[in-house]
């Protein structure tokens, strides 16, 4: 698969991507601009759209009891 394969469409109702460090799921960068997520190092971070890190986080504070989650290790099957 080609890296520019793996920068996800924007749904109709989102805006931007968002840039996560796979070592740790925490946000490092939002851009508008499709090319800027392009260019992102993909083997550090990944690229998500805002909508879809927002649930994937959202997700791991759920189940960390309602807390902050632990760093964690970006999985990309937990985005759906």
């Not at 996800?8 to 460090?21: F, K, N, R, Y």
């Amino acid at each position: 698969m080609n890296k520019l394969d793996a920068i996800p469409e924007l749904e109709p109702h989102c805006g931007s991507w968002t840039v996560l460090d796979r070592a740790t799921c925490n946000p490092v960068l939002e851009t508008f601009h499709r090319r800027t997520a392009e260019k992102i190092n993909q083997d550090r971070y990944v690229v998500l759209t805002t909508l879809q890190a927002l649930v994937h986080r959202n997700a791991r504070i759920k189940a960390n009891g309602g807390w902050e989650p632990e760093p964690c290790k970006f999985n990309p099957e937990s985005i759906t």
